[in-house]
C-alpha cells in the first residue's frame, strides 16, 4: 500500500484498530488509557488553567478538553461517530481518515495556525461553534489533541491492513504523512485588479456552482471525495467557514477546499485573484458574517420593580437591552431562523427571559402527522465552566424551559377539531369519537399529545444525550406567554428566583447563570434534534 492512501483510512478498519490496540498503546508517556478518558477529579474551569509543563502535560489537557466539548460530534477517537453526529449535516470531520477543509498549507494538510483558527472562529455553515470564550492555553492544547488523535487513527489503520509492520514504523510513517508543510504565498495585489474584471472572472470560473446572483442555490447535485451530498456558499449570508477577509476569501481561490467539489486553483493569475476577491465581497450583506458566527455574550437581566408578570406588553421590556443571538442548524439549510433577540429582567423574587425572533409563518396546529410546531427552548446551568452545550452530561445535569406554540394554543382553548384538519372525515362522525379512535397519542396518555395543558412551558430537566426528562405536572414552575404578529414570535418566560423543586437550578441577585437556546421553525419540518441552536452564553442578574 502507498503511504498517500493513508488519507482514505476505512472508518471500519480504524476502529477495530483502536480497539485492538488499546491494552498496549504508549504514545511518549500517555497510555491509551488516558488518551481516551478523562479523569472525574480533573474540573475545567473556564479560568485561565496553570501553564503546562510539558508536552505530555498538554496533550493531556488537550484531550480532556476535546472529551468535554467535541467528542460528542467528532466522537471519542476523532472519527466523526460521535453521540450527536446522526443529528449533523455537514457531518463532523473524521480526523483519521477525512480531508481537513480549511488549510494554508501547498500540502493541503493543516498547519497548527489553521486548526487553531477553526476552534477559535468555528466554522459558520455547519454546526461546528467557535470556542473563543475558552482560555487560549485549551485551545492550544486542543490543537495537539487533534492532531495526535489524526496520527493515532492512521496508525490504527496501518496495522490492520498489514499486521507485520511495527508500531514505531507506522507511527513514523503518519507522523510524516501528516506534516503539513509550508504555507500557500498570496501574490501582491496589483494595481490593475478592479471589480468588473473580478465579476467577468466569477462569472466564467465560479458562477456554475454559487451562481450569478452568489446565493449557491444553482447546483444540488454537489458530493465531497465521501460521497455526501455538498452544496456551495451562500455568500449574502455572510456564511464562509474559512472567513470573509479578503486574504481568506484568495486563499480559498487558492487553495480550494480539499475533499469538497470547490477545486484550488493555484495558476491564477493575481490580477484575476484579486479582482475576484473584490467582487464576492460585493455579494455580502453588511454586517451578515456578524450575525452568524457564534460568540459568548453577556445577557443582563435588570433589576426592576415588582411584581414580575408574563405580560408582554409590561413597560419594564421598555428598557431592558435586547441582545441578538446567532442561532446555527444542527442540519444546514439556507432557509430557517437565523437568531434570537433575548432580554431578561427580576424584581429579587422572580425573573423573566424574553425571546423574540422572525418566523414569517405561525405553526401552532399539529393535528397532522406530518405537521409540526414551533417551539422554543432555554437550557440553563449554574456552573461558570457548564458542560456540552447540547444536553448537558453525567454527573452535569441542566434545566430546560421549553415552549411549544401547539400548547399555547392548547392553552387558549383553539384547539381545533380533527375536522377542520381532514374535512373530507365522514359526517357522521363524533367530536367525541376523536380521541379514542383518531387521536391514538392523546388517548394513549402521551403528554406531548395531550389536549389539556395547563401550560404552554414544559420543564424538564438533562444529564446527556435520550435522558431528557419532564419535571411532571407538580414540579412546573415556569409560566409562559406567547405572541405571534408580524412574522415575529415573542415569548416571555417568568420562574421564581428560588425553587421550590429538589435539584433545579434557582437565581441569585448578582449571580451569573449559563444559558443556551434552541429554537424550531415548525413550518420547515424541524423537530426533536432537526433544531437550530446556540453556545453557552452569560446570564448576569443585576443586585
Not at 408574563?310 to 442540519?331: Q, R, T
Not at 422572525?358 to 461558570?384: C, K, Y
Request: hydrophobic fraction near 40%; proline fraction near 6%; aromatic fraction near 6%.
Amino acid at each position: 500500500m502507498k503511504d498517500s492512501q493513508l488519507f482514505r483510512g476505512s472508518r471500519g478498519r480504524l476502529c477495530q484498530g483502536m480497539v485492538g490496540l488499546c491494552g498496549a498503546l504508549v504514545v511518549g508517556a500517555i497510555s491509551c488509557t488516558s488518551l481516551f478518558s478523562v479523569k472525574k477529579e480533573t474540573p475545567l474551569s473556564a479560568a485561565e488553567p496553570a501553564a503546562p509543563v510539558s508536552p505530555e502535560a498538554q496533550l493531556r489537557r488537550g484531550l480532556e478538553v476535546y472529551a468535554k466539548q467535541c467528542s460528542a460530534c467528532h466522537g471519542a477517537a476523532g472519527l466523526g461517530d460521535g453521540a450527536a453526529a446522526y443529528l449533523l449535516y455537514p457531518k463532523p470531520r473524521n480526523f483519521a481518515g477525512s480531508s481537513l477543509r480549511l488549510t494554508s498549507t501547498a500540502s493541503g494538510l493543516p498547519s497548527d495556525e489553521d486548526l487553531l483558527r477553526s476552534i477559535r472562529r468555528g466554522m459558520p455553515g455547519s454546526a461546528m461553534p467557535g470556542w473563543a470564550h475558552l482560555p487560549e492555553s485549551d485551545l492550544a492544547a486542543v490543537v495537539k489533541a487533534v492532531r495526535q488523535l489524526a496520527i493515532e487513527g492512521r496508525v490504527a489503520d496501518m496495522l490492520v491492513r498489514d499486521p507485520t509492520r511495527t508500531r514505531d514504523k507506522a507511527e513514523q510513517i503518519a507522523r510524516k504523512v501528516l506534516e503539513p508543510g509550508a504555507l500557500v504565498k498570496l501574490p501582491a495585489r496589483p494595481a490593475d485588479a478592479n471589480i468588473e474584471r473580478g465579476k467577468a472572472f466569477y462569472t466564467k470560473n465560479c458562477a456554475a456552482c454559487h451562481g450569478a446572483d452568489g446565493r449557491g442555490r444553482d447546483r444540488r447535485d454537489l458530493k465531497d471525495t465521501d460521497d455526501v451530498p455538498s452544496f456551495a456558499r451562500d455568500f449574502t449570508q455572510g456564511v464562509f467557514k474559512g472567513g470573509a477577509r479578503p486574504e481568506d476569501i484568495a486563499l480559498r481561490i487558492v487553495r480550494g477546499m480539499p475533499g469538497t467539489p470547490m477545486p484550488g486553483n493555484a495558476e491564477i493569475a493575481a490580477a484575476d485573484l484579486w479582482s475576484c476577491v473584490d467582487y464576492v465581497q460585493t455579494f455580502i450583506k453588511p454586517g451578515a458574517e456578524e450575525r452568524v458566527l457564534q460568540s459568548q455574550k453577556a445577557i443582563t437581566a435588570a433589576r426592576v420593580a415588582g411584581p414580575i408578570s408574563a405580560d408582554l406588553a409590561a413597560a419594564h421590556w421598555k428598557n431592558a437591552p435586547a441582545i441578538f443571538l446567532p442561532v446555527m442548524p444542527l442540519w444546514w439549510r439556507d432557509d430557517g431562523i437565523k437568531g434570537i433577540e433575548a432580554q431578561a429582567v427580576h424584581d429579587g423574587k422572580n425573573i423573566a427571559i424574553r425571546l423574540s425572533w422572525e418566523d414569517a409563518t405561525r405553526n401552532d396546529t399539529q393535528l397532522r402527522p406530518q405537521s409540526f410546531g414551533d417551539a422554543v427552548a432555554i437550557q440553563l446551568s449554574p456552573d461558570a465552566d457548564p458542560p456540552f452545550f447540547a444536553m448537558g452530561a453525567k454527573g452535569a445535569a441542566v434545566d430546560l424551559w421549553h415552549w411549544k406554540a401547539a400548547w399555547e394554543k392548547d392553552l387558549a382553548g383553539a384547539a381545533p377539531g380533527l375536522k377542520a384538519a381532514y374535512p373530507n372525515m365522514p359526517a357522521h362522525t363524533r367530536e367525541t369519537d376523536q380521541g379514542p379512535l383518531f387521536m391514538t397519542g392523546a388517548a394513549a396518555g402521551n403528554p406531548v399529545s395531550s389536549l389539556t395543558h395547563t401550560a404552554s412551558v414544559d420543564c424538564l430537566v438533562a444529564g446527556g444525550f435520550g435522558t431528557l426528562t419532564s419535571r411532571g405536572p407538580a414540579a412546573q414552575g415556569v409560566r409562559g406567554t406567547a405572541q405571534w404578529a408580524d412574522g415575529r414570535w415573542s415569548v416571555v418566560f417568568v420562574h421564581e428566583m428560588v425553587s421550590r423543586n429538589a435539584g433545579e437550578l434557582s437565581f441569585q441577585p448578582g449571580g451569573t447563570v449559563s444559558l443556551a437556546l434552541a429554537v424550531w421553525d415548525g413550518e420547515i419540518g424541524e423537530r426533536n434534534g432537526q433544531k437550530s441552536v446556540t453556545i453557552w452564553h452569560q446570564l448576569r442578574l443585576a443586585k
